[in-house]
């Protein structure tokens, strides 16, 4: 089954003084299946973080149409997903374990097993013992562990995130990576952009590629590899074929 | 409702946990004090400036208070882009907006009940239920134009917003004298303009109560139910326009 669908996605904006028309997204159709990992790989500006809020709804596409389990995008099928943003922003204000808190008021009614899953939650992404510190105190990479523990805490079906080892020490990746193993074992889909090809190799099955706002690639990534030696030579081969 | 309520309740301890708040509550106690050293001064007036300084301090922080977080409780969010991990769960975008709202109304209200309550105690009034009544009404002033920012944040930068704000309260306070100063110009067109006002920014200076004068004579309950009408249909309509933008707003 597909998690998701994108059909025929157009988006443009106005730029500039002259408020000149920018075609950002140009007919971008994939999808993407239950369980499986897909990367979402372009190069800067090339419309991946548009996508992204063009499927979740933050901003709204010209035209086309997005299915999430064979549904247009509603309050019931959102808790099926978990998202996080590019740069998570968070409420500065709140410590880890009010921040977990309030996302978890917005998905639930009850609060009966929240606080063995937030400390589940909060241990496997390694923030347990800054649970009670605010998130103004947090380094860039903790900030971005806690964006993580919101979006896996309700145990989504679809994960989609945007970047999420942008800007990440080493460590973090690594941590970043494990966690996401992880979900991929328990059997979650998981839709992650990235430029970072090498994490791409490590993670997906499949790939999603975008360039000048338009989807040059989808497919399983051993098909994108064969004849090539790396992921990054396939990369270029694919841009070359995408603009030629 | 229940979303809303969640919302709402972050919203209310986000604010409280931010300077300005506090910076409010403290300019509205800086005025109280000044009306009590005002009505000392005076001789045998005491009650009357103390009614009327303290009540005009009231309005002026709920006004503060208001149009600040009016303008940029949504922009902010919008700017940061914090709203995005908030849309991305199940709710509507209506509901972010009800939520900032309610949170907003939670944090003026408490502004309101302490500040109202201190001023009660300074005047140490027998007339209980006008003291309250008119106290009310500079609180649903406030309500209006905490809805009026709300709205226009969604089509302004939010500091034109907070001017906006500014400007529509002091318009809806002078509609009479516009009206009058038309009529005495003779021009057609001043005198179509101040009515065209009259119709599209509240009706402030109708319902201006807040003196001793009132406390005195009482109001006229009919008129004070025609003003809470007034007063909440304009709140409804800024809030229908608000979630009608917001629902088109595309977040960058």
Known sequence: MDAVTVQGLNKTFKAGFFMKKVHVLKDVSFS???????????????????????????????????????????????????????????????????????????TYDSKKFFKDRAHETLKRVGLFDAKDRRLRTFSKGMLQRAGLAQAILHEPELLILDEPMSGLDPDGRILVKEILRDQQKQGRGIFFSSHLLEDMEQLCSHLVVIHQGEIIYQGSIDTVMKDQKSLEEAFKELKLRGTS | MRLALVIGWNTYREWMREKFFWVAVALSFLLLSLSTVLGQLTFAEEQKILMDFGLSALEISLLFVASFSGAYVVSKEVDKQTCLLLLSRPISRTHFLLGKWIGLIELLLLLFATCSLVLWFLLDSQETS????????????????????????????????????VSIYLVGHWLSDLSYFAQKSHSQVYVFLADALGYIIPQFYRFNWKSYYFLEKGIDLVVYRSMGVHYLSWVLIYLFVADFLFRRKDIV
């Open chain 1, 32 to 106: 993407i299946r239950s369980q499986h990992t897909y990367g979402f790989v372009g190069n800067n500006g090339s419309g991946k973080t548009t996508t992204i809020k063009g499927i979740l709804q933050f901003i709204k596409p010209d035209s086309g149409e997005v299915k999430f389990f064979g549904e247009p995008l509603s309050i019931r099928n959102k808790k099926r997903i978990g998202y996080l943003p590019e740069r998570p922003y968070l409420y500065e204000f709140l410590s880890a374990m009010e921040f977990l808190e309030f996302h978890w008021s917005l």
């Open chain 2, 130 to 165: 006008w003291f309250f009544l008119i106290a009310v009404s500079v609180f649903l002033k406030a309500l209006v134009i905490l809805s009026f920012t709300l709205m226009t944040s969604f089509f302004v930068r939010p500091i034109i917003s907070l001017i906006f704000g």
